[in-house]
């Protein structure tokens, strides 16, 4: 197994191609995120299309497991964004797995992964101006917010966002 980093409780590693049913799942079990999207019905071809996606642009498409090794989640990132900078592409939780401590368990695993392995000192991502719940997260795990909404290519309206991250004091 070459997990990537792991937390109490969950392993992430990157997908393969035996994972696709799997994830395909989380998708549809994210539905209600997704219906805030352009395209709110999940396909095997929205799972491939993002799995493609990240690789071309450097990212690392990974399923989020609990501890029977299933994918509860999918976590996809940029590592090396820019200088000193990853970027955090897509955070989905299973809705039967959310509230429960692993949003907030991942991100604290995925900061020092990054701050470790790339040198990271600030994750950068979006979140959707309709997702309450997610920029109540977001707010909450230390991110700020932008003001101005960005009207993006796949349609939808975002606002920016980024955390500064270090090292906790041991
Ligand atoms: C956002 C998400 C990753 C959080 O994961 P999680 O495991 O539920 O997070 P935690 O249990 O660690 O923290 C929960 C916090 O998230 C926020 N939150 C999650 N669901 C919420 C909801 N339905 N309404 C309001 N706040 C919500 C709250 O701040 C909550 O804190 P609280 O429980 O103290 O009120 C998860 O809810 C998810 O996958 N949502 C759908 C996809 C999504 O929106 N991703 C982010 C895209 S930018």
Not at 15 to 24: A, E, G, Q, R
Not at 31 to 55: N, Q
Not at 75 to 81: A, G, V
Not at 109 to 130: F, Y
């Amino acid at each position: 197994m070459n997990n990537l980093f792991g937390g109490p409780g969950f392993t992430v590693r990157p997908v393969t191609d035996d994972d696709i049913p799997s994830v395909l799942e989380v998708y549809r079990r994210c539905e209600d995120f997704l219906a805030l999207g352009p395209v709110p019905c999940t396909s095997l071809e929205m799972v491939t299309t993002d799995i493609a996606h990240s690789k071309e642009v450097g990212g690392f498409y990974c399923g989020i497991r609990d501890d029977t090794d299933e994918i509860v989640g999918v976590l996809d990132f940029i590592p090396k964004y820019k200088r000193g900078r990853a970027f955090l592409s897509l955070l989905m939780i299973a809705s039967a797995h959310r509230r429960r401590g692993l949003g907030t368990a991942l991100l604290a695993a995925l900061e020092s992964h990054l701050m470790l392995t790339a040198g990271a000192k600030v994750i950068e991502s979006g979140v959707q101006v309709n997702n309450e719940a997610g920029i109540s997260f977001w707010k909450k795990r230390g991110f700020r917010i932008g003001r101005r909404a960005r009207h993006m290519a796949d349609g939808t309206t975002a606002y920016q966002m980024s955390k500064h991250i270090e090292m906790p004091i041991p």
